[in-house]
């Protein structure tokens, strides 16, 4: 008998990440130097979100805390280098584009603090 376990391109991340501390990034290029199901990305509209990098712009704004790793654009938070937020100045939110690290989501929060804004919670 064995004692094999498949797991779908989603579980294999979260599996990476947990079992062993992998950031997002990293369980994600793992999994593409192997080869394996990175459909779900698509979903989660992840793959053109990757893409998306913070422009060399005067709009481009620093922060006390995390100096190297965090930045924002007027519309756009991004945690290293990657469009992890989108903030929305009308309603006074920042609307998280997916699931993400413990980091990643304290970046999140950061910006939502020194904006006094509240961050819309994701499922």
Do not use: C
Request: charged content about 30%.
């Amino acid at each position: 008998m064995s004692n094999t376990i498949t797991l779908n391109g989603k579980d294999q991340f979260l599996f990476l990440q947990s079992r062993f501390n992998m950031s997002r990034e990293k369980a994600i290029d793992f999994m593409k130097e192997n080869n394996q199901d990175l459909s779900w990305l698509a979903d989660e509209k992840e793959v053109s979100q990757k893409k998306t990098k913070p422009q060399k712009a005067e709009g481009l704004r620093t922060f006390d805390r995390y100096k190297q790793n965090l930045k924002a654009d007027n519309n756009n938070v991004f945690s290293y280098d990657t469009k992890v937020a989108d903030i929305d100045h009308k309603t006074r939110q920042i609307t998280p584009l997916g699931w993400w690290s413990v980091t990643t989501s304290k970046h999140i929060n950061y910006v939502a603090s020194e904006y006094g804004y509240k961050v819309q919670k994701t499922n």
